[in-house]
């Protein structure tokens, strides 16, 4: 390969239009003998992760976690008995959700908002989420059961965790009445409650779009953010994101929505972003952020 | 599928799935922890991964979303006012290259320079210049869609080429 032709894949390779075989030829060029003075800082790097490759072995036993000899007694039901499989996942989901919203709640501890004793609002979750289970499970033996049956609960159920998630997230005009803790875990749930129904989206979008904009807490707002994200299909996504990035003024909330937007390629952000980055008091790392961003849309 | 099978089936990957958690977690301990977790919950859904193409890619995916679940549970944790704080694990914890690769100076500065990336770019850069997938599995491993990672691999590989030639230019 001569200079002109390895100089053309460099540029390709940084602009990350280079193919797999494109790349070997590069590492081949890069590899030898002879690497021409100018090329030494693009071959360190290609030796680098040659290198890092070589080096990285696993010496535990990967296996250590596993209890085979447990498990092998009873193995999980295949295929065929599906009800069983569908209702044992569920309940998984339920558990995971409920550990994951018990150990986010006993994170937050230290929230200066939140009234009330520690284990009154373990309690609390734990009813909600034990709450939540039921409906899960009741809704998987109905949707099992029959079709009709099943629509008509599957739209309660969702009208109900709609409901608990408006509790849990909409401001009452008083102070928030669930902790940083229970509305993250709202949030999170959020995510779960999608069905594809259009009514019930709509409501969970409201809820998280008000949840984004008007939360006290910065990652109740950035998770709301991503939780969005989510359901970025939904018309009106994209203008609650350019929305939000104009009222926050928290970093990471304006970088996170900056990747979104990006990621959504949405072009009628760009007028926006270059309102903030004219605007002196934004922060260095959010300006980075912006300036990228615009590059990226205006591709 | 009896132990063996499940061994035979999982275990080519082990090597792959340990270098994606450490550089995502920079941490080799919290890595070995990761990875042992991936493959429990492997072992538990043993009986569906026939119906996987790839149970090497599946496993990837896991790995990435268990890893980028540990990430955030430490930033809630750890964020201060401005909430931009880096992950910061215990220094015995931390991932030393000096001790793997080889004494060279612009070796440990280009890992130092990756680790400062930011995750998503740090992750596709591993995904693709160091374990070469191609964009087919890095799109079914990561959901990214293909421009999205053409554009995050191209900032990943400016960045680290930029950040690099400063040093340089300091020697």
């Known amino acids: 390969m001569n200079k002109k032709e390895a100089n053309k894949l460099i540029s390709t390779y940084y602009a990350g239009a280079t193919t797999c075989q494109e790349e070997e030829q590069l590492r081949t060029f890069f590899s030898s003998k002879n690497v021409p003075d100018e090329f030494q800082k693009h071959a360190d790097q290609f030796r680098y992760y040659d290198e890092v490759r070589n080096v990285e072995h696993y010496q535990c036993d990967p296996f250590a976690k596993i209890d085979f000899e447990k498990d092998a007694a009873v193995p999980p039901f295949e295929g065929g008995v599906s009800g069983m499989a569908e209702k044992e996942s569920k309940f998984d989901e339920a558990e995971t959700t409920i550990a994951t919203a018990e150990n986010i709640s006993s994170r937050v501890m230290f929230d200066p908002l939140n009234n009330k004793p520690g284990n009154k609002l373990t309690w609390l979750l734990r009813i909600a989420a034990g709450f939540l289970l039921l409906l899960a499970g009741f809704a998987a033996g109905q949707f099992l059961e029959t079709e009709d049956y099943a629509s008509t609960q599957q739209v309660a159920q969702l009208e109900q965790e709609v409901q608990q998630m408006k509790r849990a997230l909409m401001n009452t005009g008083r102070h928030q009445q669930a902790s940083a803790g229970e509305r993250l875990s709202a949030v999170n749930l959020s995510t779960r409650i999608a069905a594809g129904d259009e009514t019930s989206d709509q409501q969970v979008t409201d809820i998280l779009i008000h949840t984004m904009n008007t939360d006290e807490n910065v990652n109740v707002r950035s998770a709301a953010a991503e939780a969005l994200f989510q359901f970025r299909k939904e018309v009106g996504i994209k203008v609650a994101f350019i929305n939000g990035l104009s009222k926050q003024d928290d970093p990471l909330m304006q970088i996170t929505l900056i990747d979104m937007l990006v990621e959504l390629e949405a072009t009628n952000a760009i007028s926006e972003m270059e309102k903030m980055l004219a605007n002196n008091d934004t922060n260095e790392l959010v300006r980075r952020e912006l300036e990228a961003g615009i590059a990226e849309l205006n591709v | ?171």
């Open chain 2, 1 to 171: 599928m009896t132990k063996e099978e499940f061994k035979t089936c999982v275990l080519p990957a082990k090597g792959k799935l340990f270098r994606l958690a450490v550089i995502l977690l920079n941490s080799r301990p919290e890595a070995e922890d990761a990875v042992q977790d991936v493959y429990l919950k492997l072992w538990n859904m043993r009986s569906k991964l026939a119906q996987y193409t790839s149970v090497e890619a599946l496993a990837v995916t896991m790995t990435k979303n268990l890893c980028i679940d540990k990430l955030r549970s430490y930033r809630h944790r750890n964020q201060n006012a401005n909430g931009l704080e880096k992950v910061t694990l215990s220094s015995s914890d931390r991932y030393d290259p000096a001790q793997q690769l080889e004494r060279n100076e612009s070796m440990l500065q280009l890992h130092e320079i990756i680790n400062r990336l930011p995750e998503q770019q740090r992750m596709v850069l591993h995904l693709r210049d160091i374990e070469h997938y191609s964009y087919d599995e890095i799109e079914s491993m990561t959901n990214m869609t293909r421009n999205n990672i053409r554009v995050t691999l191209s900032r990943a590989r400016k960045g680290v080429r930029e950040e690099y030639i400063k040093t340089y230019n300091h020697e």
